[in-house]
């Protein structure tokens, strides 16, 4: 299939699926309504919403506040991910001692830490931060300590046979090798972010995408519940074809079957 | 009298093997007790000289290999590079492994200069001298390649670059041709003789193709089927160089050599395939 046809395949989903959408809430079939408007809204109207946030420029402030909690929450989860994956991986005792509690830290669903943290750090972009963070860290560190640890035995043994020292060791190979692992797993720490984010502000913010969807919800607007959905799924898209361009550059040096690694 | 016996040292010192294990005993901790691998083998390798050792599948040949390299160290036994024992990892020796031991985040180019820039030779200096290095192994275009680019072979070259560029006094080489074709396999190894010709180093050869052995190295060592594998027979080759792998093959004498060999050789082969029905 070209990539003309299959882009136009995918706009025709789109279509069929707002067509069906707008008709089911505007006419009746067998004499009734099958999705009231009141629950479903219609497609007209969340269009008319989304309009409005642009046009008037509301849309941006919510907007900026979300990518910056998202960045934010990535870059410090990322950091102490790749610092801690590595000192465990290079410190076994360490990770044996740790291993139960951080197994205990990561199976905790991570929405109950939002009170503590919106207790803790206030209604600011900080308590959604620090959300972000705790589903970003252990991403990046599990593929980080795997990263290291799966060095293949032959590149290790080759790389001493070539004369490198413990740190020329950590530059050349267990870096360059957890990195790797870090990147091929960036599609989910970036979209881990922003989930943070956006349920941080969900559950009590003052701005953000979360807010304006918890907002319209609360007065039973559900065309802005919509609304925000839409716009938050465009954010993400585009936060993702980011990413992507990232990894092509990052990973050149990988085989392309194992780009195919879901 | 004083120069005499300089004289005199001098030339023991030139006649000292470059590898030299004696009574090497290698063994694994397993389960239940230990495994015993390798049983008192004793292999010397003279300076420039190129030795091959035979055996069946999962002999030990490459725990030998390790044990020079001083990847392993041997329960019982010596092991001394050019007279002074080993202790540590041999910074005399190249290793060329049998599996894909190339850095797959690197290009070749980077693959081939960083045996020199750990050893602090400036990075422009080592690209330059990295490029010479592909060149001479066929590779010169191939410089901004990954690894995951490059055929089998080519990676293969790639790996004899990296490995000589360092110029080490000993090359160990762990089947180093096993995955490849039959013809890449030939054409690989009068690669490796031609190097090796021009600057004559001490190489300990592993493989399990009899026919490769002979026609490259200088002495064909046999190993008999493992568990406590032991070395069983030394054979001088003494075909003249230099030599043409496809050649040399049709050489009466290396007939003769692969017919004496592969007799002792084939009881081994069969014990191998026994034991590893057996267990």
């Known amino acids: ?262 | 009298m004083a120069e005499g016996i300089a004289a005199a040292s001098r030339s023991v010192g030139t006649a000292k093997a470059a590898v030299a294990l004696t009574d090497v005993v290698v063994s694994f901790r397993v389960a239940v007790g230990s495994y015993t691998a390798v049983d008192r083998a004793t292999l010397s390798v003279g300076d420039g000289e190129f030795v091959a050792i035979v055996g069946p599948t999962g002999c030990g040949k490459s725990t030998l290999l390790n044990i020079a390299a001083g990847l392993l160290a041997p329960a019982a036994g010596s092991v001394n590079i050019f007279g002074s024992p080993l202790t540590a990892l041999n910074r005399q020796a190249g290793y060329l492994f049998q599996a894909d031991a190339l850095f797959p985040w690197k290009t070749a180019i980077d693959n081939v200069a960083i045996g020199l820039e750990t050893a602090g030779t400036p990075s422009e200096e080592a690209r330059t001298r990295a490029q010479d290095w592909l060149t001479r192994v066929g590779l010169g275009g191939f410089a901004d390649r990954y690894p995951h680019m490059l055929s089998g072979g080519q990676r293969k070259r790639v790996g004899l670059a990296q490995v000589l560029i360092r110029d080490p006094k000993i090359l160990l080489m762990d089947e180093p041709f096993g995955p490849l074709d039959a013809q890449t396999r030939q054409i690989m190894g009068n690669l490796l003789l031609d190097l090796w010709t021009a600057d004559r180093k001490a190489v300990l050869f592993v493989t399990h193709d009899l026919e490769e052995a002979i026609a490259l190295s200088d002495r064909v060592v046999i190993m008999s089927a493992g568990p406590a594998a032991r070395i069983i027979g030394d054979w001088r080759i003494p075909l003249t160089r230099p030599r043409d792998i496809s050649e040399v093959k049709l050489d009466p004498a290396f007939h003769e050599l692969h017919r004496d060999i592969w007799h002792k050789l084939k009881t081994e082969v069969v014990k191998g395939y026994a034991q590893a029905e057996v267990a």
């Open chain 1, 1 to 262: 299939m070209s990539r003309l046809s299959l882009l136009a395949l995918q706009i025709l989903v789109a279509i069929a699926a707002v067509a069906l959408w707008y008709v089911l809430t505007t006419y009746p079939v067998f004499g009734k309504i099958l999705l009231p408007p009141f629950f479903f809204s219609n497609p007209v109207d969340v269009a008319k919403q989304i309009h409005v946030w642009f046009a008037t420029g509301v849309i941006w402030k919510h907007l900026w506040v979300t990518l910056i909690e998202s960045i934010l929450a990535f870059v410090i989860g990322s950091i102490g991910g790749v610092l801690v994956g590595f000192w465990f991986a290079r410190q076994p005792r360490t990770a044996a001692v740790f291993d139960p509690y951080v197994k205990a830290v990561n199976a905790l669903p991570r929405v109950v830490l939002a009170p503590i943290f919106t207790l803790w750090l206030g209604l600011g972009i900080w308590s959604k931060v620090a959300l972000g963070v705790t589903l970003v860290f252990f991403i990046v560190f599990f593929n980080v300590y795997q990263g290291v640890k799966e060095v293949s035995p032959t590149v290790l043994a080759n790389a001493r046979m070539l004369g490198m020292n413990e740190r020329q060791l950590m530059r050349h190979v267990y870096w360059p090798s957890a990195l790797s692992w870090m990147f091929s797993s960036l599609h989910t720490s970036v979209g881990f972010a922003v989930v943070g984010a956006v349920v941080g502000e969900y559950l009590g913010a003052a701005a953000g995408l979360g807010y304006l969807i918890q907002q319209a919800e609360g007065v039973f607007d559900v065309a802005g519940v919509f609304a925000g959905m839409f716009v938050l799924a465009a954010f993400v898209l585009v936060i993702d074809m980011i990413v992507t361009v990232v990894e092509k550059r990052l990973l050149v040096w990988r085989p392309a079957t194992a780009e195919a690694r879901p």
